[in-house]
């Protein structure tokens, strides 16, 4: 498994678009992906900017996960993020110059509209234009980056950020888990960093699980993500929240998937043998939403979650991802909560 990385810069540098095209006309093979890997500087560096004005202690924080679905719509999903009064967002799916998203670098660009401060590491170099549906929109188009990563977005300043690999074996690379094209070098991580809002620092972390994986996949994501965080952060109080990919919660009922998840999904197991608890940081209602112009997968799933250790949760809330406007922004909903420092 790659080191945890925690180099800072002010922009993350993508590869040269020649390199990027070498990587995706080249042999598939595992060794060029261990290359790629080393040598791709944003592969190897997180991203951290302040927020632009200081905000005094807080009783409480509101504290959001989204899978934003490369945050194609900005503007309409930081007025989403306004309208629920979130403070702090741990973000997934977070595109950086890509052609489907507008070639921009989507974190920076809605902390600016938020007054938030941020920081964002690469999850994978795109080598496509994406999906089979965004490559048929713009397969003649490039990406001027091909970045694609998660992020915390949050009113406060965040200290010691940390990205934590969770995968490296290049299977986006060396094979196509979705059958559809993709080629991508890199692999599922977590991202953290602490916010100092209270009589002790607490830590925050944005995790997205591999989507082509299974309930057993899952555990072993959670318990590489737990260990790294034992060793950096301790056992600090701490908020995990994102896109975990528990499928097989799948058509449960919510009483179920708030009150024994670890039956189908072992992973919730570990995040409880770590302190965690989830009851009263989610409301179990289903998360996904049918994407325009594809086919709605039934039953609707729990993918999105929150877990918290050494804090108090309440009000657990599944926002629709659906602007003032009734436009669809993500097939994620946002879920947020509240929680006392």
């Given at each position: 498994m790659r080191d945890i990385l925690s180099e800072c810069v002010f922009e993350i540098l993508p590869p040269a678009p020649d390199e990027r095209l070498k990587a995706a006309h080249g042999e598939a093979t595992g060794e060029r992906h261990s290359r790629y890997l080393a040598d791709w500087r944003c592969l190897q560096t997180i991203e951290l900017a302040p927020?632009?004005?200081?905000?005094?202690?807080?009783?409480?924080?509101?504290?959001?996960?989204?899978?934003?679905?490369?945050?194609?719509?900005?503007?309409?999903?930081?007025?989403?993020?306004?309208?629920a009064g979130v403070d702090i967002v741990l973000a997934t799916e977070m595109d950086y110059g890509m052609a489907r998203s507008g070639q921009r670098h989507t974190t920076r660009d809605l902390a600016r509209l938020l007054g938030f401060g941020y920081v964002y590491g690469v999850e994978f170099v795109e080598l496509g234009t994406g999906d089979t549906y965004e490559t048929?929109?713009?397969?003649?188009?490039?990406?001027?980056?091909?970045?694609?990563?998660?992020?915390?977005?949050?009113?406060?300043?965040?200290?010691?950020?940390?990205?934590?690999?969770?995968?490296?074996?290049?299977?986006?690379?060396?094979?196509?888990?979705?059958?559809?094209?993709?080629?991508?070098?890199?692999?599922?991580?977590?991202?953290?960093?602490?916010?100092?809002?209270?009589?002790?620092?607490?830590?925050?972390v944005a995790v997205h699980f591999e989507s082509e994986s299974d309930a057993q996949e899952r555990l072993q994501q959670a318990e590489t993500m737990l260990s790294a965080l034992r060793r950096v952060y301790g056992p600090a109080p701490m908020i995990i929240g994102g896109d975990l990919n528990t499928a097989d919660l799948a058509g449960r009922s919510v009483f179920s998937c708030l009150n024994k998840p670890q039956i189908w999904e072992p992973c919730f197991g570990a995040f409880e043998a770590d302190g965690f608890g989830w009851k009263t940081a989610?409301?179990?209602?289903?998360?996904?939403?049918?994407?325009?112009?594809?086919?709605?997968?039934?039953?609707?799933?729990?993918?999105?979650?929150?877990?918290?250790?050494?804090?108090?949760?309440?009000?657990?809330?599944?926002?629709?991802?659906?602007?003032?406007?009734?436009?669809?922004?993500?097939?994620?909903?946002?879920?947020t909560a509240r929680f006392m420092p």
């Open positions: 927020p632009p004005a200081a905000f005094s202690n807080p009783s409480e924080m509101k504290i959001a996960a989204w899978n934003m679905e490369r945050c194609k719509r900005v503007e309409d999903s930081a007025d989403l993020l306004r309208r048929r929109l713009f397969s003649d188009v490039a990406n001027l980056a091909g970045l694609h990563g998660n992020a915390i977005l949050s009113r406060f300043p965040l200290h010691r950020p940390r990205v934590i690999p969770l995968d490296d074996q290049g299977q986006w690379f060396t094979g196509s888990p979705k059958s559809d094209g993709q080629r991508r070098v890199g692999g599922r991580m977590a991202i953290a960093a602490d916010v100092e809002v209270g009589p002790a620092p607490i830590t925050l989610n409301n179990g209602e289903p998360t996904t939403r049918s994407a325009p112009g594809k086919p709605v997968e039934y039953p609707l799933k729990r993918l999105d979650w929150l877990f918290v250790r050494g804090l108090d949760s309440l009000e657990p809330m599944t926002v629709p991802a659906i602007s003032s406007h009734g436009d669809y922004l993500s097939d994620h909903e946002l879920v």
